[in-house]
């Protein structure tokens, strides 16, 4: 998969549903909610205050590890 800010927190779980761990690791506990999967992986990172980049090389570093 790749992953980019533009991915859903859906596609994500849809493609890798073990992602829902690290995501609750990074303080996004609201991974599972219907809203919440249909937000870009920016808009967590937003709502969230990480920085977008940061939080995408931790996914893929996640997935590929």
Do not use: W, Y
Request: glycine content about 8%.
């Amino acid at each position: 998969m790749r992953l980019n800010e533009n991915t859903t927190i859906g596609e994500l779980l849809d493609a890798a549903p073990e992602a829902k761990d690290i995501l609750a690791n990074m303080g996004m506990h609201c991974s599972s909610c219907p809203t919440a999967r249909r937000e870009s992986l920016a808009q967590a990172a937003e709502v969230h205050g990480m920085d977008i980049d940061d939080l995408l090389e931790d996914l893929k570093g996640f997935l590929e590890g």
